[in-house]
Each structure stands twice: as structure tokens, then as C-alpha cells.
């Protein structure tokens, strides 16, 4: 399995971006799928999670109501919709894959995750 992520950017306070990560892999619609950040000098921290079929999700606390984070699983590809963009949410951000779709109890952990992709960079000014 192989991830592409992109969309990063600069933007400023308030504004919004799309992540897409775009996953190689016949069996994506099987994949459960997550994105975390790392910001520099920080720990990698989990950011959302979607389930194989898309029916459930799940956010950490600081981007619920700002991010969304959704799968076409047509196009093998999840996307992280970020609004309302603040400077704590600069970082690095990596979208991560479970192919065997049966982690999803472990979802907020990165051994939840067997495949990531190279990370892209957000940053917000203030």
C-alpha cells in the first residue's frame, strides 16, 4: 500500500484547506484510514479516522467542528477538509492505512496503522 498525501499550504487565520491522500491498493474500501500531525518539536498526534465504509468517524477534541474528514472510495482517496485554520494547527500532516480494517477499536494510536504516507506541510499564520 502506497499513500500520497497533498494540499498543503500556507494560509492564514481562518482560512480553509483540502488534504488528500490518494492510496495504491485494490482493496481501499476496505481500508480504515486516519490522519495525524506533527508539529516541530512535538509528538505525531492523531487528528481523524474514518472507517472502511465511511460510517463512522472520529476527531481529536481541538478540530471537532473545524475539520471533516471524508473517503471516495471510487478514487482510492480520503480528504481532511480544515476550516477555520488557527496557528496550532501548523504541522506536518501524515494520512495513515489499515488495510485489514479490523483496527478501528485502536484507531487514535499509530499502531492502529500499518502504511503511511510522506506528510504534508500546513502552515497558519497569525
Known amino acids: 500500500v502506497q499513500l500520497q498525501a497533498s494540499g498543503g499550504g500556507l494560509v492564514k487565520a481562518g482560512a480553509s484547506l483540502t488534504l488528500s491522500c490518494a492510496a495504491s491498493g485494490r482493496t481501499f474500501s476496505s481500508y480504515n484510514m486516519g490522519w495525524f500531525r506533527q508539529a516541530p518539536g512535538k509528538e505525531r498526534e492523531f487528528v481523524a479516522a474514518i472507517s472502511w465504509s465511511g460510517g463512522s468517524l472520529s476527531y481529536t477534541d481541538t478540530v471537532k467542528g473545524r475539520f471533516t474528514i471524508s473517503r471516495d472510495n471510487a478514487k482510492n482517496t480520503v480528504y481532511l477538509q480544515m476550516n477555520n485554520l488557527k496557528s496550532e494547527d501548523t504541522a506536518v500532516y501524515y494520512c495513515?492505512?489499515?488495510?485489514?480494517?479490523?483496527?478501528?477499536?485502536?484507531?487514535?494510536?499509530?499502531?492502529?496503522?500499518?502504511?503511511w504516507g510522506q506528510g504534508t506541510l500546513v502552515t497558519v499564520s497569525s
Open positions: 495513515a492505512a489499515d488495510p485489514t480494517g479490523s483496527s478501528w477499536y485502536k484507531r487514535w494510536g499509530r499502531d492502529a496503522y500499518d502504511y
